[in-house]
């Protein structure tokens, strides 16, 4: 079992930036790939970003691309999503999830990922 804990949503100014973290327990860590996706109102699930187990591959989808980092600490069992140049289409609740396969692969696929947190809302005012 994986526990996973957001933090770090907020109102921010469009333009403006915001750090997201996601404190990861219950197994260990370094085990599995790390994912973040955003739900808007009546909109579905999107894929924003993920890092595979070591951190030494990074993937993101191309309406965040150049804005959005992600990043992880193992040593912390934390995975963070720094989130610049925000925009109004930005809001959305955000979601980290877990992939134990360790594949390379699929990293939008919400199937792939097997424990998700309770999410953590983001406000971008125009």
């Known amino acids: 079992q994986v526990q996973l804990v957001e933090s770090g949503g907020g109102l921010v100014q469009a333009g403006g930036s915001l750090r997201l973290s996601c404190a990861a327990s219950?197994?260990?860590?370094?085990?599995?790939?790390m994912g973040w996706f955003r739900q808007a109102p009546g909109k579905e699930r999107e894929f924003v970003a993920a890092i595979s187990r070591s951190g030494g591959g990074t993937y993101y989808a191309d309406s965040v691309k150049g804005r959005f980092t992600i990043s992880r600490d193992n040593a912390e069992n934390t995975v963070y999503l720094q989130m610049n140049s925000l925009k109004p289409e930005d809001t959305a609740v955000y979601y980290c999830?877990?992939?134990?396969?360790?594949?390379?692969?699929?990293?939008?696929?919400?199937?792939?990922?097997?424990?998700w947190g309770q999410g953590t809302q983001v406000t971008v005012s125009s």
């Open positions: 219950g197994r260990t860590f370094s085990y599995y790939n």
């Open positions: 999830a877990a992939d134990l396969s360790g594949a390379l692969t699929l990293w939008a696929r919400r199937e792939k990922y097997n424990y």
